[in-house]
């Protein structure tokens, strides 16, 4: 639907969906249904450009950068990495893949080993994707790797828990980026930081994309960080995508109803403007992706919903050049 | 270890007072001390005085105090699901301090714990009362501790981070729930939180914690368009906002917040501070006015 033709694509999904079986019962299990976390998404990120993917609880976003890394299964769809299908391939290959992308998680406290060493920690996955030439070649690249997230060499021989929330971010980023690869998931890498803290960080990964050239996909809840770091924000609902835009097109011309309440939802830390903003409140809570609601899936919350969002669900359409909506209403 | 250390605020009747701080700086030690639960021990009241409608809450006894508790101050936690009970229902939760502090019978008070539910905007209240915690979505929870708070017709409502564990929508939401409650009932209420943005939308003033003490305070007016304190200035700067267009750099503030088992001699933010000149290393600055009801504590003069 969405794909573009040069090579200036790095990720192409198409469809993908992902869903989980529930069953019931103790002894004789039988399956009730499928939670669909992703159902039926399509987006691209090119070459060196971040995409934001934001989203509430349960909106499938993290599921997304899942499927992307191979560490869940798709249900259906594909995924392509420079013009590759990646879908369904082997344990082997996607060893392989490995060192072309890496991911960033959330908590920088249960993310890294609490009995390994730092330099441990970041060297694992030179040994592993036999990296070095030799062993002084393995510490060279473990000091380097420490300099370039801003942390002195020496900081090797320590443990995790001897770093703050924000230096453990890093040793997170020195990590990802030891097989040097070009696409990196960021997973909601800032919020578990101190406000002050958070700024260090994204910083960090903005000047890392400059230097090394990497693709990011940038997941996260909070929409004036995705805001700021991104090229283009996605927007996902109870596991399909409703709208994709550049970050200044989204931000001034949002055309899905769900994207207009999210982003009037967001306060500004400016009482002046706060003061003029009137929030969109949605009716209602998330419904479950056990049993979505049918047509369109923000219907029983949407004010503008019409008969036919009751009925069928919408497609998405490109309705400016590249800005992609998925409602009946526009 | 200092939680808090020499903090004086004043709230008053039908107004929004917002705590701002990072993890760590005595934003929560503060408001659990008005209500003097601050386990004891380990955690001690060194001093100072708490005066809610005119009486010195420190000076009151054990007895006393569970009279102000839950009936005339309020409190709403962070975690709705940790605070509330998960054996009992909802409406024997909220039903609990209408009997103790109303002498409601329990009938009446489940009766009233259906009108406050509604009042919280839960659907279909009746039926909701016998459900339990689990039963109730995040949203909801924080919702029915709300419904709880607001039981005894409190004055003050002190709210700790109520919706850091919720979505934007739903955050949204519950903060003009709370807002217009306090507004329609004329009740005071202190918001803590670390979310610039959401107290930029709710507080009437300010108060700027880091590392157990009061660094600034004003009306939401002086301290986001003219914070006086480097260490406001550091915060304002590090925050991406959302209408921001030009992708410009965000600002850091260098290093971490301090362990407060080891707060730094002198003004206690000096070594994250690009301003500290060397008394700011020795000497601790007071609070003290900068024009109107505008305080700072700070050596240097930050004014461009």
Same mark, same amino acid.
């Given at each position: 639907m969405m794909s573009e033709s040069e090579n200036n694509t790095l990720i192409e999904v198409q469809e993908l969906k992902v869903y989980f079986p529930v069953s019931m019962g103790n002894i004789l299990k039988r399956k009730i249904g499928d939670i669909k976390a992703v159902d039926g998404i399509s987006f691209y990120i090119r070459r060196g450009e971040t995409l934001g993917l934001v989203g509430e609880t349960g909106s499938g976003k993290t599921t997304t950068g899942n499927a992307i890394l191979q560490l869940e299964p798709p249900t259906g769809g594909k995924i392509f990495f420079e013009g590759e299908d990646i879908t369904g391939i082997g344990k082997k290959e996607i060893r392989k893949l490995r060192r072309r992308m890496q991911m960033i998680f959330q908590d920088p406290f249960s993310s890294l080993d609490p009995r390994m060493k730092v330099a441990d920690i970041i060297g694992e996955p030179i040994v592993i994707h036999k990296m070095a030439r030799s062993g002084a070649d393995y510490r060279e690249q473990i000091a380097d790797l420490l300099r370039v997230v801003g942390l002195e060499p020496s900081m090797g021989d320590r443990y995790p828990h001897e770093f703050s929330g924000g230096q453990r971010q890093r040793i997170g980023v020195a990590r990802a980026l030891a097989v040097r690869p070009s696409f990196i998931v960021c997973d909601e890498p800032v919020s578990a930081l101190d406000v002050s803290i958070q700024a260090q960080i994204i910083n960090l990964l903005e000047e890392l994309q400059e230097r090394f050239h990497l693709t990011y996909l940038f997941i996260a809840h909070d929409l004036a960080v995705v805001r700021h770091i991104s090229d283009r924000i996605a927007v996902m609902y109870l596991g399909e995508l409703v709208e994709i835009a550049s970050r200044m097109e989204l931000y001034h011309n949002p055309l899905h109803p769900y994207t207009r309440a999210l982003l009037s939802a967001v306060p500004i830390p400016n009482p002046t403007v706060e003061a003029r903003r009137q929030p969109i409140f949605l009716k209602g809570e998330v419904p479950s992706a056990l049993n979505p609601p049918p047509g369109c899936r923000f219907h029983p919350r949407c004010?503008?919903?019409?008969a036919e969002c009751t009925l069928q669900a919408a497609r998405m359409t490109e309705v400016s050049p590249g800005h992609f909506v998925t409602c009946h209403r526009s | 270890m200092k939680a808090v250390d020499g903090v004086s605020f004043d709230v008053h009747e039908g107004e929004t007072l917002g705590l701002v701080g990072e993890s760590g700086c005595g934003k929560s030690v503060s408001a659990l001390s008005i209500l003097r639960l601050i386990p004891s021990p380990p955690g001690e009241i060194g001093g100072g005085e708490i005066f809610f409608e005119g009486r010195d809450l420190l000076r009151l006894s054990e007895e006393e105090i569970r009279a102000v508790r839950g009936n005339r101050i309020a409190m709403i936690f962070q975690e709705p699901m940790t605070s509330l009970n998960p054996v009992l229902t909802i409406g024997r939760q909220i039903a609990e301090p209408l009997e103790i502090?109303? $002498?409601?019978p329990l009938k009446g008070a489940l009766e009233k714990a259906k009108e406050l539910l509604a009042k919280v905007q839960i659907a279909d209240s009746g039926r909701r009362l016998k459900d339990y915690p689990h039963q109730f979505s995040g949203g909801m929870r924080q919702r029915a501790m709300i419904a709880m708070g607001l039981g005894c017709n409190p004055r003050l409502i002190i709210a700790d981070e109520?919706?850091?564990?919720?979505d934007v929508t739903v955050q949204a939401q519950l903060l003009e729930l709370l807002k217009n409650l306090t507004r329609d009932f004329g009740m005071a209420l202190i918001i803590i939180t670390h979310n610039l943005g959401v107290v930029a939308r709710y507080a009437d003033r300010v108060n700027v914690m880091y590392a157990g003490k009061i660094v600034e305070k004003g009306s939401a007016q002086e301290i986001y368009h003219h914070p006086m304190h480097p260490y406001t200035i550091g915060l304002m700067a590090s925050v991406p906002q959302l209408d921001q267009d030009v992708k410009k750099k965000l600002v850091p503030i260098r290093g971490q917040p301090p362990n407060l088992a080891n707060v730094p001699k002198g003004c206690a933010f000096h070594p994250r501070c $690009?301003?500290?000149?060397?008394r700011c290393r020795e000497e601790t600055p007071r609070l003290v006015p900068v024009g109107g009801n505008h305080e700072r504590a700070c050596w240097v003069d930050v004014r461009k």
């Open positions: 004010e503008s919903a019409k | 502090h109303q $002498n409601l109520p919706t850091t564990a919720l $690009n301003s500290a000149v060397d």
